[in-house]
């Protein structure tokens, strides 16, 4: 059957019923999202004939995957549509430049100490035997190349292991574990160290595993270091380094790999070194400035603020 049977009267007033197109309550926005929505799905079903019993297959396994939806999202490379939609806009808004953007993931944790930044800021809580030292310096600046003073770089990754402090199955990292947020001066400058991290895959077995294997593609992810930086003025980044001398560099399940942010580190006996310099946009708001508004874990705050 053609995807015309979808444009017919019938399908298209229950279209309009659905979404409530019609009745005067509700969000006109919202209305016009859903309509769209519910409309592309019936048109896959039609265009590949799906079937009752795998239309309610697909809807098993969504409402069972509401624990992985975090994975799932930037693993279907709809997470990384979002960056590109969103570069493509700011070329059509005649802006460029600053450090790409890439996804958050679902793994950051509000609260996380804050540290001055004099000096090299350790990360790292927990002993993590074995790892290599991590060491990785830079400097936050603006479009001219300015010092951005008062930046906050919140920075988090996961442990030799794979784990992070806050999602770790075993219980045994120290709250905070490898998450700082480092607060810069006039210089822009930041330092900091940590028991470098390693990449992991999903977890075996879940529901975005089961999802890639029947896509025919792995679940891994390079080792990598998450960044918000923030900074009055300024456009606030999102963004991560992935390895670049890691296996799946090049290969990442979330797309979180582009071009700019894949730095080679420097390994030298048990330490590794990483000079990463971070370009700031202005904000053209103050909604610029903010995070974007998303679920995130929270946990409680460091009563007193750390040193370095």
């Known amino acids: 059957m053609d995807v015309s049977f979808v444009k017919t009267p019938e399908i298209q007033q229950l279209l309009d019923r659905a979404a409530g197109v019609n009745e ?3 969000n006109p926005r919202l209305k016009a999202i859903m309509r769209d929505l519910t409309e592309s799905v019936m048109n896959v079903i039609v265009r590949q004939d799906i079937s009752e019993s795998e239309f309610w297959l697909a809807i098993k396994y969504l409402s069972e995957s509401a624990g992985e939806i975090g994975l799932i999202v930037p693993g279907t490379g709809l997470e990384h549509f979002l960056d590109l939609y969103m570069d493509a806009k700011d070329v ?3 802006r460029s430049g600053g450090t790409p953007r890439t996804i958050e993931g679902p793994l950051y944790v509000e609260g996380a100490p804050i540290v001055d930044g004099d000096g090299s800021v350790n990360l790292t809580s927990d002993p ?3 790892a290599q030292i991590l060491h990785m310096t830079g400097a936050v600046t603006g479009p001219e190349g300015e010092a951005v003073a008062n930046a906050i770089v919140h920075v988090w990754h996961a442990d030799s292991k794979g784990w992070y402090s806050h999602f770790d199955p075993t219980r045994e990292q120290t709250p905070f574990n490898n998450r700082r947020r480092i607060k810069l001066g ?3 400058r930041y330092a900091f160290h940590s028991k470098q991290p390693s990449g992991y895959s999903v977890p075996p077995g879940g529901a975005t595993d089961k999802l890639m294997q029947a896509l025919g ?6 080792a990598h270091v998450h960044f918000f930086i923030e900074a009055p ?3 606030t980044l999102t963004t991560q380094i992935n390895f670049g001398d890691d296996p799946f560099a090049a290969d990442d399940f979330a797309f979180g790999t582009r071009e700019g942010l894949l ?7 048990d330490s590794a070194y990483i000079q990463f310099d971070f370009q700031l946009q202005r ?8 995070f974007t508004t998303r679920s995130r874990a929270a946990a409680e705050a460091a009563v007193e603020t750390e040193s370095a």
């Open 24 to 26: 005067s309550g509700g």
């Open 92 to 94: 059509e808004a005649g």
């Open 128 to 130: 993590d035997d074995g």
């Open 186 to 188: 006039a210089d822009g």
């Open 217 to 222: 593609r792995h679940g891994n992810r390079p």
């Open 233 to 235: 003025g300024y456009r």
């Open 263 to 269: 730095p080679v580190p420097s390994r030298q006996g």
């Open 283 to 290: 904000a053209a708001d103050a909604s610029d400035e903010g």
